[in-house]
Protein backbone atom coordinates (compact mmCIF):
# COMPACT_ATOMS: atom_id res chain seq x y z
CA UNK A 1 0.00 0.00 0.00
CA UNK A 2 1.33 3.23 -1.07
CA UNK A 3 0.68 5.91 1.25
CA UNK A 4 0.61 9.51 1.03
CA UNK A 5 1.73 12.30 3.25
CA UNK A 6 0.98 15.50 3.77
CA UNK A 7 2.58 18.48 4.84
CA UNK A 8 1.58 21.99 5.92
CA UNK A 9 -0.76 21.87 8.56
CA UNK A 10 -1.25 23.37 11.92
CA UNK A 11 -2.48 26.32 13.87
CA UNK A 12 -3.49 29.42 12.56
CA UNK A 13 -5.91 32.48 14.16
CA UNK A 14 -9.25 33.66 11.59
CA UNK A 15 -8.70 35.28 8.58
CA UNK A 16 -5.03 33.73 8.24
CA UNK A 17 -3.67 31.28 5.63
CA UNK A 18 -2.05 27.90 5.29
CA UNK A 19 -0.83 25.96 2.90
CA UNK A 20 -0.83 22.01 2.84
CA UNK A 21 1.08 20.08 0.06
CA UNK A 22 0.45 16.26 -1.56
CA UNK A 23 3.38 14.44 -3.10
CA UNK A 24 2.79 11.77 -5.45
CA UNK A 25 4.30 8.75 -5.58
CA UNK A 26 6.97 8.30 -8.01
CA UNK A 27 5.97 6.55 -10.76
CA UNK A 28 2.07 7.58 -10.08
CA UNK A 29 -0.11 9.11 -12.91
CA UNK A 30 -2.78 10.86 -11.30
CA UNK A 31 -6.20 11.33 -12.84
CA UNK A 32 -7.82 12.91 -10.28
CA UNK A 33 -6.37 14.50 -7.39
CA UNK A 34 -8.50 15.06 -4.10
CA UNK A 35 -8.46 17.38 -0.79
CA UNK A 36 -11.12 15.91 2.05
CA UNK A 37 -11.58 16.91 5.72
CA UNK A 38 -12.68 15.14 8.81
CA UNK A 39 -14.58 17.59 10.91
CA UNK A 40 -15.46 15.38 13.31
CA UNK A 41 -13.95 12.94 15.26
CA UNK A 42 -15.08 9.61 13.54
CA UNK A 43 -17.21 11.08 11.31
CA UNK A 44 -17.01 10.93 7.49
CA UNK A 45 -14.24 12.56 5.38
CA UNK A 46 -15.91 15.27 3.11
CA UNK A 47 -14.87 16.65 -0.64
CA UNK A 48 -13.03 19.77 -0.10
CA UNK A 49 -11.68 20.21 -3.70
CA UNK A 50 -11.13 18.33 -6.23
CA UNK A 51 -8.82 18.56 -9.56
CA UNK A 52 -8.85 16.44 -12.49
CA UNK A 53 -5.99 15.57 -14.90
CA UNK A 54 -7.62 17.78 -17.40
CA UNK A 55 -7.48 20.95 -15.11
CA UNK A 56 -11.06 20.70 -14.12
CA UNK A 57 -11.59 21.82 -10.55
CA UNK A 58 -14.67 21.34 -7.96
CA UNK A 59 -15.26 23.14 -4.41
CA UNK A 60 -17.88 22.46 -1.84
CA UNK A 61 -19.43 25.47 -2.11
CA UNK A 62 -18.24 26.42 1.97
CA UNK A 63 -14.55 27.30 0.73
CA UNK A 64 -15.53 28.63 -2.94
CA UNK A 65 -13.41 31.83 -3.29
CA UNK A 66 -11.30 30.89 -0.18
CA UNK A 67 -9.10 27.56 -1.20
CA UNK A 68 -7.40 26.89 -4.22
CA UNK A 69 -6.07 23.47 -5.42
CA UNK A 70 -3.46 23.53 -7.11
CA UNK A 71 -0.48 21.36 -8.50
CA UNK A 72 3.23 21.64 -9.65
CA UNK A 73 3.95 21.37 -13.80
CA UNK A 74 5.33 18.02 -12.97
CA UNK A 75 2.16 17.09 -11.56
CA UNK A 76 3.74 15.18 -8.65
CA UNK A 77 3.13 17.85 -6.37
CA UNK A 78 -0.85 19.40 -5.13
CA UNK A 79 -1.48 22.04 -3.29
CA UNK A 80 -4.65 23.18 -0.79
CA UNK A 81 -4.12 27.19 -0.43
CA UNK A 82 -6.71 27.71 2.29
CA UNK A 83 -7.08 31.55 2.80
CA UNK A 84 -9.53 33.82 4.96
CA UNK A 85 -9.39 30.41 7.13
CA UNK A 86 -12.48 30.23 9.85
CA UNK A 87 -12.97 28.20 13.08
CA UNK A 88 -15.48 25.94 10.90
CA UNK A 89 -12.36 24.82 8.75
CA UNK A 90 -10.69 23.07 12.19
CA UNK A 91 -10.24 19.31 10.31
CA UNK A 92 -8.05 16.52 9.43
CA UNK A 93 -7.12 17.27 5.86
CA UNK A 94 -6.83 14.20 3.62
CA UNK A 95 -4.99 14.23 0.31
CA UNK A 96 -6.48 11.03 -1.96
CA UNK A 97 -5.14 10.30 -5.32
CA UNK A 98 -6.25 8.26 -8.11
CA UNK A 99 -4.58 7.05 -11.38
CA UNK A 100 -2.19 4.72 -12.55
CA UNK A 101 0.45 2.98 -10.40
CA UNK A 102 2.54 -0.44 -10.96
CA UNK A 103 0.50 -1.46 -13.82
CA UNK A 104 -3.02 -1.06 -12.81
CA UNK A 105 -5.64 1.64 -11.49
CA UNK A 106 -4.61 2.78 -7.67
CA UNK A 107 -6.18 4.79 -5.85
CA UNK A 108 -4.25 6.45 -2.14
CA UNK A 109 -5.00 8.62 0.84
CA UNK A 110 -2.83 10.27 2.90
CA UNK A 111 -2.42 9.92 6.86
CA UNK A 112 -4.39 13.32 7.54
CA UNK A 113 -2.98 15.94 8.96
CA UNK A 114 -4.40 18.55 11.46
CA UNK A 115 -5.74 21.52 10.64
CA UNK A 116 -6.54 24.25 13.81
CA UNK A 117 -8.47 27.77 13.05
CA UNK A 118 -9.41 29.74 16.38
CA UNK A 119 -11.28 32.20 16.55
Known amino acids: QVQLVESGGGLAQTGESLTLSCVAP???????MGWYRRQIPGGERDLVA????????NYVNSVKDRFTISRDNAKTTFYLRMNNLKPEDSAIYYC?????????????WGRGIQVTVSS
Open 96 to 108: NLDGWYGGGQYET
Open 50 to 57: KLTSDGSV
Open 26 to 32: EGFTVDQ
